[in-house]
């Protein structure tokens, strides 16, 4: 397969350039080393931006990645766990942009203090020598030297029966010292919204009761995607954004309702994709909805009846006063 | 106070007989809204639409409770009964009145419009019709036969396309200047490949270029391509009659490095192996990405052999391919051959010098200087008998958590939600059955739907 790329005549993204690495203490140990015989495996490796070795000042900010080598082997699905010294390192971001990673089944994130857990799939496999799995941006808190290393970690082949691949691990040392430099970590701008995306509605005997929810995943290829919102409304202004993740059960099971799911990536770049009400409410339905919806008409609507039930116990107290006459 | 009662009685009796249209699809319907009465001469009105029956017809019957105004309520799925369905939308069995007995479906039936049509029956029911002049009953399920199936290449009710079927629209005919249409996985257009001309043009100023990625390989005569971005289908094209060649573009991209994976179905049914290659796209770039060349299909009409008999290895590619077939056993055995012009290939494959035991085989195919990917691998087993191979199921059973003959985002939701958590029997079940039985959804379980990926 050819890949050449045309008309490279301007190029908007200020796309992100990995310094390269001058200097990197590198210790390799087998992991899962199921045959003997096998020298070499798939590989999961520890890469950081740096300009001075390893070498970071006193609250300096860089960025550290986590890359596969599959060794040609496809790989479709790794796990693991991202160890840092929590008491010399701040993570302060964790992206998961142009991750060769499509779906997370455990986004990475901070599990405690020094760890960072991490398990996803790619279908079809990747195949190749330097795939992103995701990235950290760390802040030096004090003086010292350290390792950034992973555990449990697994890569799996995409051979239709999960075979765990022979796996190596590359960790990366560092020393934090006053006497080093502290560069500014370069922003990376990022003007584009996440990736188009798709959302369905589904049900399913084992989820939820059968009760409908909402799938949904995207992808962003700068900054990474930070949450997911979604509004459930029957007209366009109303409706509350709620923090969410998929699958999402749907508040309105007679699916009458726009279905609004927002993808935010962490700059703040936003997709929102819209899905139509399956069962599109009537012109009545519609306005019994808006004046259910309005609080005002709804609390004259309470004063009114309340109005109308002291009035029928006055007029039968007013009655058995006359009675009693 | 007595009135007060019956006032309740009444809001009470509202609420419960509002028509309501509750979860809806073809394959799971309810009772359409304006079209929940049917009338029986003995049983008068009966409402099959209020919120709290919460009637849904499936494939295989009705569920709920339908409510005649004089006689209550009407079981439609007893524990001693049921109205049954044979998905082609004739009723059989009993429903159960609280007051009204048994009342027999087995005259009744549901049209491709989701009409109720013939009479259901009771001795205390009397009949009960569903298209009176004043009566009918309606749902949103439709028989198996005349649901609207997006990918089956055919437009139908609110598609605008359907695989390769543009029901004669081009870009041109959409006010284009050129360019190709391509169809979205909702069946819906997608005319980002189509160009407004003033290609080449200066001026302009401040309006960003097209991130784009031009796909061009070959598959099947006239089959048709998915083309998945990131594991989520982003297009299908259709390939040629007589070189089995396609084009697929993308837009919209954001520029970044993307996984896209491709596949086909042959003449047959039968689905490729998953294509996936990795592409770094630039943005405001068009990235041209050729030689995206479908694996062949590949077949063998025995799933047990005699020694010393031919096995026939067959499948489908493009036209004119070498075809190399592999026989994996202790040592691999080559056969090569040449597709005919509807990309069909045969070879009969000599079994005198395989052991006897479990073989594997699998094919590829050449032409010029390009290469594909390996088919997917079956196998079959060299004994003293000939079993001939069954038909291939319709959907593959692995990993299809909703038997929906995709694997797609909705099953790796399904088993994500499960993920760390202690099953139920539902989904030990599934678990057990497509996945890979060990009691418990993990990675393992990821990384086997990762392999059966459809998109």
Known sequence: MNINVQNTQKNISTKEKITKILCLFVFLFVLFSVLPGVAQGAELYINSTSTTNGEYGLNQSWETKVFLNSDGEGINAVEGKFLFPSDLLEAKTISDGNSVVNLWVEKPQLESDGQIVFSGITPGGYNGEQGLIFSVIFSSKKEGDGVLGLSQARALLNDGQGTVAPLLISNWQFLISPAFPSPTLPIVEDIYPPEEFLPQITHSTTLFNNQWFLIFATQDKNSGIDRYEVKESKNAKSGRWLVAESPYLLQDQQLKSYIYVKAIDQTGNERIEILQPRTPISDYQNIINIITRNTIALIVLIIVLALIIIGYFTRNLWRKKQRKR | ?455
């Open chain 2, 1 to 455: 106070m007595n009135l007060s009662k019956s006032k309740i009685f009444i809001i009470i009796a509202f609420f419960l007989l509002v028509p309501a249209t509750i979860l809806a699809s073809e394959s799971d319907g309810t009772i359409l809204s304006g079209h929940e009465y049917g009338w029986g001469d003995q049983s008068g009105w009966v409402n099959f639409g209020t919120t709290l029956g919460n009637v849904h017809v499936t494939d295989t019957g009705l569920t709920g409770y339908a409510w005649a105004a004089n006689h209550g309520w009407i079981n439609l799925n007893p524990s001693l009964g049921g109205v049954h369905n044979d998905s082609a939308g004739n009723l059989s069995g009993s429903a159960w009145g609280e007051q009204l007995g048994w009342i027999s479906f087995a005259n009744v039936g549901i049209d491709a419009q989701g009409n109720f049509n013939g009479t259901a029956t009771g001795t205390l029911a009397g009949t009960i019709t569903f298209d009176c002049a004043y009566c009918d009953t309606r749902t949103d399920w439709r028989p198996a036969s005349a649901r609207i199936v997006c990918g089956n290449g055919i437009i139908e009710t609110d598609e605008q396309c359907d695989g390769g079927d543009f029901g004669g629209k081009t870009c041109a005919s959409l006010g284009y200047s050129s360019g190709s249409l391509s169809c979205r996985a909702d069946c819906s257009l997608n005319t980002s490949g189509c160009s407004s001309g003033d290609s080449g043009g200066g001026g302009g100023g401040g309006v960003a270029p097209a991130t784009t990625v031009i796909f061009s390989g070959w598959a099947y005569p006239k089959s048709i391509i998915t083309l998945l971005k990131d594991a989520q289908v982003a297009a299908t094209g259709v390939a040629g009659t007589n070189d089995a060649s396609f084009q697929i573009t993308l837009t919209g991209l954001s520029g970044g490095n993307y996984t896209f994976s491709a596949y086909s179905e042959d003449s047959r049914g039968n689905r490729s192996s998953l294509l996936t290659f990795s592409v770094s796209v630039t943005a405001g770039v068009t990235t041209n990405v050729n030689g995206v060349f479908i694996a062949p299909t590949i077949s063998v009409d025995k799933k047990e052999v005699a020694q010393g008999d031919d096995i026939t290895i067959f499948g489908q590619s493009a036209p004119d391919n070498e075809i190399t077939i592999t026989v994996n056993s202790e040592e691999a055995h080559y056969a090569k051959t040449i597709s005919d012009k509807n990309g069909i290939y045969l070879y009969n494959f000599d079994t005198a010098p395989l052991e006897l035991g479990q073989h594997f085989t699998k094919s590829k195919a050449a032409v010029e200087d390009n290469i594909s990917t390996f088919s997917k691998t079956i196998d079959f087993l060299v004994s003293t008998k000939t079993i001939i191979s069954p038909p291939a199921p319709k959907c593959l059973l692995k990993a299809d958590l909703n038997d929906d003959c995709k694997i797609n985002l909705i099953d790796f939701s399904i088993a994500a939600y499960w993920y760390k958590r202690p099953l139920n029997a539902d989904i030990k079940i599934l678990e057990t059955e497509k996945l890979n039985n060990d009691g418990k959804i993990d990675l393992v379980d990821f990384s086997i739907m990762a392999f059966y990926w459809t998109g």
